[in-house]
């Protein structure tokens, strides 16, 4: 067997999976693309322990580990966007940086400083 058909295949599911992680803005089309990449690493995997003839099978435990830790990888990673998309109403990634809360006034280390959520707070009440 031609190590080569194997190994192109893997580093075009890689990149496809990179282009995913890197471009896109949905969570789980992010997940679906991390998947990819994980794939093609086992591809990858199992075509070297073919290749070389292992005894132990290395590449293929190896497999069967990755394949493990992907799919608690996904069902953790599942439940983070459904609890996300309940509370947002959507699952964009641009928007997960708004997750953290802001820190309560007594504990702000300098009360000059300016806080986005202040300001947004004072606005609110301005207009009310």
Known sequence: MHLVYPAVLAALLFSVGLYGVLA???AVLV?????????AVN????????W????????????LFTIAVAAAEIGIGLAIVLLVYRNRAGS??????ELAEPPPAALRS???TVHPQDTDV???EATA
């Open 110 to 112: 300098d009360p000059r």
């Open 31 to 39: 997940l679906i693309s991390v998947e990819l990449m994980l794939n």
């Open 43 to 50: 591809l990858n995997l199992v075509a070297f322990d073919v």
């Open 122 to 124: 004072e606005q609110a």
């Open 92 to 97: 964009h990634i641009d928007r997960l940086r």
């Open 24 to 26: 896109r803005r949905n």
């Open 52 to 63: 070389l003839e292992d005894t132990l099978r290395a590449g293929q435990s190896l497999t």
